[in-house]
C-alpha cells in the first residue's frame, strides 16, 4: 500500500475537520443531523458566504464551531433572535438555526413560536433528544409522559409539546420531522428549506445515549435505531394534531406542511411600498451597490460619468 495516500472526509470542505474529534458521545445522533446538514449544504450548491448558522447552548449547540461557515454560538434560547437580526441585517443570507430542543421550546419557545408567526425566513433545525444533555438529563418539554428524567426521577406527568403542531399552529410555513436514522429524507428536507422562504422548521429525534437511555434503561443507541426502524410511520401531509409522541411509542414522521406564504421582509416592504411608494428601499443602498449603479450609468452614457 501507498504510504502517501490520503483519506480525505468527504465533507472536508463543510465540516471544520481540525477541530475533530467531537465533543458526542458515542452513539449520540446529533453527529447524524449534522452530516445531513453538511450534505444537504454541498448539495443545494449554496454560496458559503450566504450562508450563517446560528446555534444556542447544549450539546447541539456545539454544531456551531465544527461547520465550515460564519457561524454564533449564541447563548441558551437565543438562536432565533440572534439568527432573526442577521437576516434583517442582511437580507440575502441564508440563515439556519441549530438548536436543541430545550433551547428552542424551553427558554427559547417564546422566540420560537413568534419567529414561526412572523414567517421569518429562517430554517430551523431541531435536534429533539428529550431531554437536557448537556446539563444532566433533566425534563425538558418534549420529554415524553412518564419517561424518567432527573428533574422527574418518578417518572414525567407533565405534557410535552408535539414540535410540528407547535410549529404549524404559531405559522410555520414548512414542517417536517424525521428521526435520526432517515438520513436521506433529514438531508433532502434540509436542501428544500434552503431553497425556500419562510420559516422552515425541520425536527430530528435523535437518541441522547448517555443520559435519556441510560436513565431510562433503552440500551444504546444502535438499539434506539432499531426503535426508530420499528416504529417510525412515514404520513406526509398528516394533520399536525397527529403526531403526539408517547413513550417508546409510534413516531409519525414525513413532511407535514409545506405551504407558499409572504414571508416577514416581503410583507413589510409590500406595506411600506403601499404607503411609501415606489421609492421605498428596505435598507439604502449599499457601497457597492452604489458604486455598480455609478459603472451602469457610466457604461450607458458611452464612459462619461453621469455625476
Ligand atoms: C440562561 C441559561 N440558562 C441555563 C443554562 C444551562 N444550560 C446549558 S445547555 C442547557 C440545556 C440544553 O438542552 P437542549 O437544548 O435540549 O440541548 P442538548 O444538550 O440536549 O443537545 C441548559 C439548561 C445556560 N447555559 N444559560
Ligand atoms: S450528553 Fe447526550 S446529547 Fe450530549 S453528547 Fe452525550 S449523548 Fe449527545
Ligand atoms: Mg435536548
Known amino acids: 500500500m501507498n504510504d502517501n495516500t490520503e483519506i480525505k472526509n468527504p465533507l472536508a470542505g463543510v465540516l471544520r475537520t481540525e477541530r475533530m474529534p467531537h465533543i458526542w458521545c458515542p452513539g449520540c445522533g446529533i453527529g447524524s443531523v449534522v452530516t445531513c446538514f453538511a450534505e444537504a449544504t ?3 450548491n449554496i454560496d458559503p458566504d450566504k450562508l450563517a448558522v446560528v446555534s444556542g447552548i447544549g ?4 454544531m456551531a464551531g465544527y461547520v465550515n461557515f460564519d457561524s454564533i454560538h449564541s447563548t441558551h434560547g437565543r438562536a432565533i433572535p440572534v439568527a432573526t ?6 437580507p440575502k443570507l441564508k440563515v439556519v438555526v441549530f438548536s436543541g430542543d430545550g433551547d428552542l421550546t424551553g427558554i427559547g419557545g417564546n422566540h420560537f413560536i413568534h419567529a414561526a408567526r ?25 420529554t415524553p409522559s412518564s419517561a424518567n428524567a432527573s428533574t422527574t426521577p418518578y417518572g414525567n406527568y407533565e405534557y410535552p409539546f408535539s414540535l410540528p403542531f407547535l410549529a404549524d399552529a404559531a405559522g410555520a410555513t414548512y414542517v417536517a420531522r424525521w428521526t435520526s436514522l432517515h438520513s436521506r429524507n433529514i438531508t433532502q428536507s434540509i436542501e428544500e428549506a434552503l431553497q425556500r422562504r419562510g420559516f422552515s422548521f ?11 437511555l441510560r436513565r431510562n434503561r433503552l440500551g444504546d443507541g444502535v438499539d434506539t435505531l432499531q426503535y426508530y426502524q420499528n416504529n417510525a410511520v412515514i404520513k406526509h401531509g398528516i394533520d399536525t394534531r397527529e403526531t403526539a409522541i408517547g413513550f417508546q411509542g409510534q413516531i409519525v414522521v414525513g413532511k407535514f406542511v409545506d405551504r407558499p406564504k409572504p414571508d416577514y421582509l416581503e410583507s413589510a416592504t409590500r406595506c411600506n411600498v403601499k404607503f ?8 439604502g443602498k449599499t457601497e457597492p451597490e452604489k458604486q455598480a449603479e455609478e459603472e451602469a450609468k457610466k457604461a450607458a452614457s458611452g464612459g ?4
Not at 450539546?59 to 456545539?62: D, L, P, T, V
Not at 411609501?276 to 435598507?283: E, S, V
Not at 462619461?304 to 455625476?307: F, Q, W, Y
Open 42 to 44: 454541498k448539495r443545494s
Open 59 to 62: 450539546c447541539s449547540g456545539r
Open 85 to 90: 437580526g442577521l437576516k434583517l441585517a442582511n
Open 118 to 142: 412572523r414567517n421569518m425566513d429562517l430554517v430551523v433545525i431541531c435536534v429533539n433528544n428529550f431531554t437536557y444533555g448537556m446539563t444532566g438529563g433533566q425534563v425538558t418539554p418534549t
Open 202 to 212: 425541520i425536527e430530528v429525534i435523535t437518541p441522547c445515549t448517555t443520559l435519556y
Open 276 to 283: 411609501i411608494g415606489d421609492d421605498y428601499q428596505l435598507y
Open 304 to 307: 462619461e460619468s453621469a455625476v
